[in-house]
């Protein structure tokens, strides 16, 4: 999608207080776009499930989104096939709302620090996918 039709459909997404799910799946994000999405998963309580999958989101992007959890009424989140590593998967798992049951970071750069947090630190997941991830070694 280009650059205008993009910060076209986040304006109207922003401005949504109806829309259940959002897919933006295999669209370029930049941190201005993460800001615009994190203000729908604040404001709109009808959004459920999120899907930006392969939307080349690394740890910058993905602080950005993190920040906007507290309050939000998701319970579907994916950001598989990014850039994400360990730093923000802390400040993932740290921020998720009691309402999110499933969140797939499957393809990211997670590692064994981010595996021992998720596994001590969950209270609402239900379902989780993390395949293809260093932290599985070398082959992974």
């Not at 997404?13 to 941190?31: D, H, P, S």
């Not at 906007?68 to 009424?73: A, I, K, M, T, V």
């Not at 993390?130 to 070694?137: A, E, I, K, L």
Request: proline content about 2%; aromatic content about 4%; glycine content about 6%.
């Amino acid at each position: 999608m280009n650059e205008g039709a993009l910060a076209n459909l986040l304006d109207g997404l922003c401005n949504n207080k109806a829309l259940k799910k959002f897919i933006g799946a295999v669209n370029k994000l930049n941190n201005q776009h993460m800001e615009c999405i994190g203000h729908s998963i604040q404001n709109d309580t009808a959004l459920k499930e999120l899907d930006l999958n392969q939307c080349d989101i690394d740890d910058e992007e993905a602080a950005h989104l993190t920040k906007c959890f507290s309050g939000s009424r998701l319970e579907n989140l994916c950001l598989s096939l990014n850039s994400i590593g360990d730093h923000d998967c802390g400040s993932l798992l740290s921020s998720i709302p009691p309402t999110l049951k499933k969140l797939a970071i499957t393809g990211n750069q997670i590692t064994e620090s981010s595996l021992q947090t998720i596994l001590t630190s969950n209270r609402t997941l239900k379902i989780f996918w993390m395949n293809v991830n260093p932290v599985f070694g070398e082959d992974y």
